[in-house]
């Protein structure tokens, strides 16, 4: 006990066990002791933080999914309330509308997963700084500091990063969507926090900074209204013609290859424009969202088709009145 006590007594090392009192027991060596065993201890401190950081990111990695998950199919079903009452069949539903929610879930989940990572790496790096003695109150000061200036100088960033987080928590809009959003119209091709990337139906690629987006026009949700308008002479029967042009709607409604896209029947709204040349009708036809524009092409082609055949001419006829018979009247 005498010996031992005078050891520990004369041990340069900290009191506990550690790296430099096993050394000291073993070598004596004062200078070996501490500076091996210094960087010893530091490096099982390092290694041990890394390890416990990297469990933790693991873990809420993991609950960040699950949460996720559950509160976008949650969000789904109640937005999809309406879509139960106009169809029957769930599976149908899915069909026509598409599952979005693991497009979301997905999206949301790297988005959070993301800040997660670099909030437990930021973090494990101070606390490794702080256990190789540096210190750290000055850096983070310094970093108070440059972070004030950095969000005065980059509001806008800042402004393009908020709002992207909150267009993909709403789910306004996402990839392969047709949107319009002021300045550029087309498919999204690509949906980051700063940046939307939209090509237009000429073939250009827009950059559309998300802080700059002030409204969205989504033409891929949910469903869409075809209207054809169908311009007639003004010398024709209107309700001739009508009744050919529903004729061929009804046609494309009872269609096999169509009427699965067809939520309603097709409506017949009436004269919307006349002139003294053309007299223009309207249909409307309630289809989803996906497939709008090819059933459109497909009913101005049949409804085209339809006045042809009965004789009926889509093209203006101008009425021309002599100037002479004007001043013989007079």
Same mark, same amino acid.
């Given at each position: ?10 041990s ?12 000291f027991d073993?070598?004596?060596n ?55 009452? *106009?169809?029957?069949? +769930? ?5 026509? /509308? #598409? !599952?979005? &929610?693991e ?43 440059v972070g004030?200036?950095?969000?005065f ?21 996402g ?29 250009? *690629?827009?950059?559309? +900074? ?5 409204? /969205? #026009? !989504?033409? &891929?949700?949910?469903w ?56 223009v009708?309207?249909v ?18 049949r409804?085209g ?26």
């Amino acid at each position: 006990m005498t010996l031992a006590a005078e050891a520990a007594a004369k041990s340069p090392c900290e009191k506990g066990l550690n790296a430099c009192s096993i050394l000291f027991d073993v070598t004596e060596n004062e200078k070996w002791s501490t500076t091996l065993g210094g960087i010893l201890d530091k490096t099982f401190y390092v290694i041990v933080i890394l390890v416990i950081a990297l469990i933790a990111k693991s873990i809420l990695h993991r609950l960040i999914a699950k949460v996720v998950s559950k509160v976008v199919k949650a969000s789904e079903k109640q937005k999809n309330a309406d879509w139960n009452k *106009l169809i029957d069949a +769930r599976s149908r539903r899915e069909q026509i /509308v #598409g !599952n979005r &929610s693991e497009q979301r879930s997905a999206t949301l989940t790297t988005v959070l997963q993301y800040a997660v990572s670099v909030v437990i790496y930021v973090s494990a790096i101070l606390i490794i700084l702080a256990q190789l003695g540096i210190n750290i109150g000055p850096l983070l000061a310094s970093a108070g500091v440059v972070g004030l200036a950095v969000g005065f100088g980059a509001q806008n960033l800042v402004k393009d990063y908020v709002s992207g987080v909150f267009m993909l928590m709403e789910d306004q809009y996402g990839v392969g969507d047709w949107v319009d959003v002021g300045d550029a119209q087309g498919t999204v091709e690509d949906m980051g926090l700063r940046v939307t990337t939209i090509r237009d139906i000429s073939g250009t *690629l827009w950059y559309v +900074r998300n802080g700059e987006i002030l409204r /969205v #026009g !989504n033409s &891929s949700q949910s469903w869409a209204y075809v209207n054809i308008d169908t311009p007639l002479s003004s010398q024709i029967d209107t309700e001739a013609a009508a009744t050919g042009i529903m004729g061929a709607v009804r046609e494309v409604a009872a269609d096999r290859q169509w009427s699965q896209f067809i939520l309603s029947d097709p409506e017949y709204q009436g004269v919307v424009s006349m002139n003294i040349d053309e007299t223009v009708v309207r249909v409307a036809l309630k289809t989803t969202s996906s497939e709008q524009w090819a059933i459109g092409r497909e009913l101005r082609r049949r409804i085209g088709d339809r006045l042809h055949n009965e004789g009926f001419t889509t093209h203006a006829s101008r009425v021309f009145v002599p100037r002479g018979s004007i001043g013989g009247a007079q």
